[in-house]
């Protein structure tokens, strides 16, 4: 449309303007359309789980602790040397420190 | 015998190299030893420091190469006579083969998990395209024509091979110059982000930690490159090349199906490309295109171009911030910038930095894969208005 021109800078608003209105309305369309995916994946996943929700509502655990708890488990059974079978995992914690994660890992690794 | 030795000399570069044939701001000046010496700082730059030494080595040895006089590495073919070896490894460059190969690439090493937990993450990634259309207006305002000031912007999507690949279809000559600031500040994402964040958010901000993201599943992975593919392209054939080839790059991943070409783009192909891209790149900036007063104009306005994009994520991220309720962390949108994963990193250090406790990397990564495909966007609007 303006090749080989020295736009004016009205032109040059107006190509600003518009440009960065389609940039912003494709991305917010296909966050729409990842919406839409997920949603039509999950709706019939999401039928079968309403009939056992008045179910059994003696089940103490939140499921959605479930597979972090297993997985922090078997970390500490793999730092142990030992099973989970061999002790209980009574609460979990997250401790705040001054290093990363990574840091600690890194330095873990060193010692041993 | 005389005669003999004063011929030999003239023959070889090293006379041509101290002769003042280059002119820049009235003053005669060795164009071609200005920009050896200025090779070597980029060469200590990649080695010693550790900028982007990927590459940086490449394009820096370019640009030696294509300065060291009577060489002819890029001499164009003329009648029987072939053209030097750099002139028809630029074709790729030129015609633009090797960046969207690198977007292949960087498809097949990209994880669209974080930002298909979190999809208005998309949105940052728009914002931070804000530093590429701020720049075109200010290149316009300096005098550029307008594909110059195209190439100059899109220097604020943070994304290489985009500007590479912008640059030689609209302005070539602002190849090499282009390449460098983009790179360089690339590489200095680092030093640039974060007083940037440090200016626009407040201490209460910094350290809202946001809830962890839904796991995705394989089937959405594999849907998503095909829906962005069919729709973007469909609405923006002008960014066909780049959104096509990133897109490819990720169902392959995704699929599962096709470890061996995987392995194959995401290490063999990507440092392949990467030399051929680098090198030519670098052989764009001689000294006659190189020492200019557009290429400090360039250098400026691509570090406001950085800073720009990085305070539209950012500002649009104290937006969503308070729209939620204070779910979102406002600094996750200086990852919109797609330096991948620079800017992401940079999120999580500052992040940590003001929370110990609080990991915001993969929240980081959304807008941060969301920027590549922003600035692709941008791309192709660019080019419908310059090409």
């Known amino acids: ?112 | 015998m005389l005669e003999l030795l004063q011929g030999f000399w003239e023959s070889t570069g090293f006379s041509q190299l101290v002769q003042c044939n280059t002119e820049l701001f009235g003053l005669r000046l060795p164009g071609e030893l200005i920009m050896i010496g200025i090779a070597c700082i980029f060469l200590y730059l990649a080695i010693r420091k550790g900028f982007e030494p990927y590459l940086l080595i490449p394009i820096a040895f370019g640009m030696l190469l294509v300065n060291l006089p009577l060489a002819g590495l890029m001499a164009h073919a003329v009648g029987d006579e072939n053209g030097g070896l750099l002139y028809y490894l630029y074709q790729g460059t030129e015609l633009g083969i090797y960046p969207p190969l690198i977007f292949l690439c960087i498809g097949a090493g990209t994880d669209f998990g974080p930002l298909l937990a979190n999809p208005r993450s998309l949105l940052l990634g728009a914002a931070a395209q804000l530093g590429i259309f701020t720049t075109f207006f200010g290149a316009i305002f300096l005098g550029f024509t307008g594909p110059e000031a195209a190439s100059i912007g899109i220097i604020g999507g943070a994304d290489g091979p985009t500007a590479l690949y912008l640059t030689s279809k609209l302005a070539p000559d602002l190849l090499g110059a282009i390449a460098i600031a983009a790179y360089s500040y690339m590489a200095l994402v680092p030093v640039i982000q974060p007083p940037i964040i440090k200016l626009l958010t407040t201490p209460e901000e910094r350290v809202i930690k946001m809830e962890q993201l839904r796991e995705v599943s394989k089937t959405e992975k594999i849907i998503f490159p095909i829906v962005v593919t069919l729709f973007t392209v469909l609405l923006l054939p002008s960014a066909g090349a780049l959104i096509g080839m990133l897109m490819l790059g990720n169902l392959l991943k995704e699929s599962g199906r096709v470890p061996l070409l995987v392995d194959c783009i995401q290490k063999s192909l990507m440092y392949i490309v990467s030399i051929l891209l680098g090198l030519t790149v670098g052989a764009k900036a001689s000294a006659e295109m190189f020492l200019r007063p557009q290429t400090l104009q360039i250098i400026v306005l691509g570090v406001i171009a950085f800073g720009m994009g990085t305070a539209g994520g950012v500002l649009l991220g104290k937006v969503m911030c308070k729209m939620t309720g204070g779910k979102i962390n406002p600094m996750i949108g200086a990852a919109g910038v797609s330096a991948v994963p620079m800017a992401a990193r940079v999120v999580q250090k500052e992040g940590q930095k003001y929370n110990p406790s609080n990991f915001l990397l993969m929240h980081a990564m959304g807008p941060n894969v969301a920027g590549v495909i922003g600035s692709a966007v941008a791309a192709g609007m660019l080019l419908l208005f310059f090409q």
Request: with cysteine.
């Open chain 1, 1 to 112: 449309m303006f090749a080989n021109e020295t736009i004016t800078m009205g032109r040059a608003l107006i190509v600003c303007g518009f440009s960065l209105a389609v940039v912003f309305l494709v991305l917010l369309a296909i966050s729409y359309m990842i919406d839409l995916v997920h949603w039509i994946l999950t709706r019939n996943e999401k039928k079968p789980a309403a009939a056992p929700a008045t179910a059994p509502a003696s089940d103490p655990a939140p499921a959605k602790d479930d597979h972090a708890a297993v997985l922090i488990a078997a970390a500490v059974a793999a730092c142990l040397g030992t099973t989970t079978d061999r002790f209980v995992v009574r609460s979990i914690r997250r401790v705040a420190g001054e290093e990363s994660p990574w840091v600690q890992s890194g330095r873990t690794n060193t010692i041993q």
